[in-house]
């Protein structure tokens, strides 16, 4: 009898442990999803401004892009948004590895670019523009620049642009920043990049050398890409992007940036 009972009582304790065991990797899986949910992962490139780049006082990376994404995540209860500054060709395959949950760094959308990764809708409608220095009278739009020496950054929209001009010797560079003062150096003769990143390169002092030619091209948009498996948090950035602009909220994040002209 009191061997019975042993058991019966063993059997009640194994199976109270079992049932602990099971609830406890439960709970642990939900904390897992909690703990994703906590903190949203950004690559950048941050040498585009004003989109993104570093803070003279203290290196944190700032910009448009980056207010805009902090907003949004906030939309979508993250808790934190990590920023992570990186090459612009490097943030491909750092979404492939993981590394990245989005990548945010005034990339435009694609039809090469969709059919590996997801974008979420517009945020902004760029183009682009050519520069050259203010003594070169020679180039006058961009069918002058046959032949000719024009700086881009790599991996961009402009370098694509350059790589259809007759005859151009293309040199492309890691950032924006660094074609411009290659421009100034006297060693390209043209740089072709982003529409409002060019505008805000000339309004903060490179106007002193450079100026704009031709007729800027409209009709880029910028987009946050993500790989093809979150396409629940594309959804949501989506989601909260519409919130923003309902609200009012992105238009001020824009003006901070840009001035009082809807993007």
Not at 187 to 211: C, H, Q, R, T
Not at 216 to 232: L, N, S, T, V
Request: glycine residues 12%; charged residues 30%.
């Amino acid at each position: 009898m009191k061997s019975w009972v042993k058991k019966l009582a063993l059997t009640g304790i194994l199976a109270a442990l079992v049932v602990t065991s099971l609830s406890g990797c439960g709970n642990s899986g939900s904390k897992d999803a909690a703990q994703q949910k906590k903190e949203l992962i950004v690559g950048t490139e941050p040498s585009f401004a004003p989109f993104e780049f570093p803070d003279g006082k203290d290196g944190e990376i700032t910009g448009f892009d980056m207010d805009l994404i902090k907003a949004m995540a906030k939309k979508l209860g993250y808790e934190k948004v990590t920023i992570k500054g990186m090459g612009f060709d490097a943030l491909f395959p750092a979404m492939n590895a993981g590394q990245i949950d989005v990548a945010m760094a005034g990339m435009s959308i694609t039809e090469e670019r969709k059919k590996q990764f997801l974008f979420t809708n517009p945020y902004y409608e760029s183009g682009l523009m050519t520069i050259v220095r203010k003594d070169n009278n020679e180039i006058k739009s961009l069918d002058d620049l046959k032949g000719k020496r024009i700086g881009v950054q790599l991996g961009t929209t402009g370098a694509q642009e350059a790589e259809k001009i007759e005859g151009a010797k293309v040199t492309n560079f890691d950032t924006s920043d660094l074609a411009c003062l290659e421009l100034k150096n006297g060693n390209v003769d043209a740089v072709i990049s982003d529409l409002p990143v060019l505008e805000y390169f000339l309004k903060k002092g490179g106007a002193s050398y450079a100026k704009t030619v031709g007729t800027p091209k409209k009709g880029d948009f910028y987009g946050i890409a993500a790989p093809k498996g979150k396409k629940e948090l594309v959804d949501g950035l989506n989601k909260a992007l519409k919130e923003l602009k309902d609200s009012g909220e992105y238009q001020k994040i824009h003006d901070k940036w840009f001035g009082s002209e809807t993007k």
